[in-house]
């Protein structure tokens, strides 16, 4: 069946460092991806997504780009700071004929920004 | 345009009692969705919902859960008999035609004693 698989965290960065968080997924045909965060105490938010292959899914300096050849979409940021400390989810979704439109998410990885 | 509503955000039951919480979609949004997320998880896809229709309930427990969301009023996600396992947080989202975003509540934090 689908899956997403996301690296292993805690992540802890300094300020201003770069970020990747790792992201591949299992699926038939071609799914769209997504990033959500959620901050402590909160609901997800959709941080960006694609919807094809090679497109750049980017907002508040994160970007990810799906590549279909590696399933894989990755987030990352040039230079993170410390409100951007969060659990952050990678997400798929199945569209088309027959799909039901859920989403099926990876085990989530929190990121933590030190000053 | 407010967001996706839920309530209670938090929840206590003793074991044995029912749950019920309740999800008001966003505006012009017909399309629900609930999660659940348990401790140190990421969220795992329940039941899916239009108006007054169960679409997908392939991830619901086989017994004890049931939702619905009628004509008028928010979605409701029932849990009757709580087990401790049950503790968790449920998510609701709401979207307008299928393929839109999802966007999601604060959530309702479950505990069970």
């Known amino acids: 069946g689908d899956s997403v698989t996301q690296m292993e965290g805690p992540v802890t960065l300094s300020e201003e460092a770069f970020l990747t968080i790792n992201c591949t997924y299992t699926a038939t045909g071609y799914p769209s991806l997504f990033w959500y965060v959620q901050y402590p105490g909160e609901g997800l938010q959709l941080l960006l997504k694609?919807?094809?292959?090679?497109d750049k899914g980017s907002n508040k300096g994160f970007e990810a780009t799906y590549r279909k050849e590696t399933t894989s979409f990755h987030l990352e940021k040039g230079s993170v700071q410390v409100s951007d400390s969060a659990v952050y989810f990678c997400?798929?979704?199945?569209?088309?004929?027959?799909?039901?439109?859920?989403?099926?998410f990876g085990q989530g990885t929190t990121l933590q920004v030190k000053p | 345009n407010a967001g996706v509503m839920q309530n209670p955000r938090h929840l206590v039951r003793r074991r044995g009692q029912e749950a019920r919480l309740r999800c008001s979609p966003m505006?012009?949004?017909?399309?629900v969705y609930w999660y659940r997320q348990l401790p140190e998880e990421g969220l795992k896809f329940m039941v899916y919902?239009?108006?007054?229709?169960?679409?997908?309930e392939s991830g619901m427990p086989k017994e004890r859960f049931s939702a619905e969301f009628p004509k008028e009023g928010p979605s409701i996600l029932r849990i009757q008999q709580v087990v401790r396992g049950d503790s968790a947080a449920y998510f609701c989202a709401s979207s307008p035609p299928l393929t839109e975003t999802q966007y999601f509540g604060p959530g309702t934090r479950l505990l069970v004693l």
């Open positions: 997400a798929l979704r199945r569209d088309g004929s027959g799909n039901t439109g859920k989403l099926i």
């Open positions: 919902l239009q108006k007054e229709n169960i679409i997908d």
């Open positions: 694609a919807t094809k292959a090679d």
């Open positions: 505006k012009g949004h017909s399309h």
